[in-house]
């Protein structure tokens, strides 16, 4: 009876290991969650950050027309 009750014990024991060991695995999991998830937020801070530049580029060309508009302004004699 001992005996088998010492066996019920240790079968106990490893149970109790393999849901520790399942938890750990889970945290793991929900870190990697974690890790893409930023990974996704740089992403796009990185596209918010192209399309300001491309917003700037486009601003500078439009400051270019400008300029060049404005040289058309001139009679050719005087530029």
Known sequence: MN???KGMQRKREG???FLKEMQRKRK???QFVKGIQRKREGMNQFLKG???KREGMNQFLKGMQRKREGMNQFPEGMV
Do not use: A
Request: glycine fraction near 8%.
């Open 3 to 5: 005996q088998f009750l």
């Open 15 to 17: 149970v109790n290991q």
């Open 28 to 30: 793991g999991v929900n």
């Open 50 to 52: 192209m399309q300001r």
